[in-house]
């Protein structure tokens, strides 16, 4: 499956008023690619993610998807193409149990009882059996997340993003979504964003690096995390440990 | 969870078996009530039943999914005034009973297409709303003129249209429903709206419904086109507001612009705040009890209904914000923890 480019954007770009938030950005990702993507606060890679699924219009340039131009789709038309995404921010129906977020998004690719049949493939997989019934704006923020990560996977998607998967979460919950990331990524080509260093070196094998709405550097997690500029602008003393 | 009201659980859970008991109890009660209570009493329920289906279709696009259409009067006037003008004209009832249904569904999907499909946000569409049911209520009383006439009826401007035909029974030879045949009628058609929607929350489309009104966003990175379910939702609004009003109609053989009032379109808010917007059994209750408030304090002289009615809104907002149905079922539910923490030990 690996090979053809799934998604590629052509010097794309946001405006925020004056402010470039993203600039020129000519991005490329082949199927079945798990790509991340860091860079310092204010980078524009959240920004990036919200163009590619509508949440944002870009004021220029071109985003392609699987043979499509999405440039200015709505959110609901990309999600139907099948690019799935996790936002920062926990992204859920708050008042809602977990079952029945789960179900809605399982619900769009399939009918009925195949649905109820994709929550339950996907709550095994995530162990959430114990929270099905909450509700989820009752869950703390780590679970949330997970939620999310299954609503996503629950509308099998083509492409998966996922902005800061492992925020707020225990370094136990961070090493299962880790692997997590790692299974889903043998159907689903994904991109993930992160700071934290020790959970890209567990998925990642390619790694883009924004620095003010640009794209700095390009390259596998080793080269980026030893390149003196990487390091100068982001890493610090981190990457150094 | 503890905080959660007894029976008012997501809506997206089948109802138990004391849920259809009640709707049978409340439908049998309901249809007993004519042979029992005296002509005035049918009348004063009967309004509080045609009215209940006023509030529903606001609880419901409020409640459920989020829109708070302030004008649904704009869809009850419109009933009433369609009916109304059908009837005379044409001196049969049943097509104009339909018509007016459907006219407020049209009217609905076209007001809704440009305020939803245009994105407004949520705070502009109530403005809208109201704005709407306004401008219908200043247009009606500005046909006063001989000219105003729709076929064979005048508009008569802020004295309303008298004499409204009464309900004929189709294929009944003209036969017309007296007060207990309207009471049976209102009472029929408001437990199979508030069943109707029920069930309809149960389904995939109203499930989506819900998922709006939690986040529209997330509904549509799922792929839903959440306008369109918006938009179809506030025209199942517009019907079930415009079969309020052609009732209305019927009941009192009258229409006139204070249908689309003001003050009209506060009362609807009211009697949802009251009864309580996250159930569909609370807007009517709330619109019972504060008809019947109404009703009471004007035979007790105060003199003063208004004021009181702001004084119970304000209490309600303020004290008991979730409403009346719903603050019960938090007692309840928390009465029965506790009885069960006693028999427990």
Known sequence: MTGDTILETFALEKRFGGVRAIADVDFRLQTGELRCLIGPNGAGKS????????????????????????????????????????????????GLSTAENLWLAARFARRGPRARETVAAVVERLALAPILDAPVGELAHGQRQWVEIAMVIAREPKLI??????AGMSLDETNRTAALIREVNRTTTMIVVEHDMQFIRQIATKVTVFHQGRILVEDSVDRVMSDPMVRDIYLGKQAAA | MAGRPLGLGPAASPPKWWWWLFVVLLGAGLLAMPS???????????????????????????????????????????????????????????????????????????????????????????????????????????????????GTVRLNGQNGIPSVPSLQIPWGGGAELFIDGVFYLAAVLLILVYVGLRLLLLTHFGRVLVSIRENER?????????????????????AIAGLSGALYAVWGNFVAPEMFNLSQAAQVIIWVIVGGKSTLIGPIAGTALIQYLTTWLGTQGVGQVTLVLGVVLMVFVLVFNQGLLPTVGLILAGLRNRMRAGTGR
Do not use: C
């Open chain 2, 218 to 238: 997330r509904t549509e990175l799922l792929g839903y086109d959440s306008r369109r379910y918006k938009l179809a939702a506030f025209v199942i609004a517009g």
């Open chain 1, 161 to 166: 993003l996922l902005d800061e998967p492992s």
């Open chain 2, 36 to 150: 029992l209570v005296d002509i005035s009493v049918q009348l004063d329920v009967s309004i509080m039943l045609i009215l209940a289906l006023l509030a529903l279709s606001m609880s419901f696009l409020w409640g459920y999914v989020g829109i708070l259409s302030f004008g649904q009067t704009a869809f009850f006037g419109l009933g009433g005034y369609t009916y109304a003008v059908l009837a005379l004209n044409l001196g049969e009832t049943t097509g104009s009973m339909l018509a007016a249904l459907v006219l407020p569904m049209l009217f609905a999907a076209v007001l809704g297409y440009f305020m939803i499909y245009g994105r407004i946000s949520d705070i502009y569409l109530s403005v809208m709303t109201l704005v709407v049911t306004l401008i219908l209520e200043k247009g009606i009383r500005a046909t006063s003129g001989d000219q105003f006439v729709i």
């Open chain 1, 47 to 94: 920004t990036f993610f919200k163009m590619i699924t509508g949440q944002h219009r870009p004021t220029g340039g071109r985003v392609m998807f699987d043979g499509t131009d999405i440039t200015a789709a709505p959110a609901y038309r990309i999600g139907r193409l099948g690019i799935g995404i996790k936002n920062q921010v926990p992204d859920v129906f708050d």
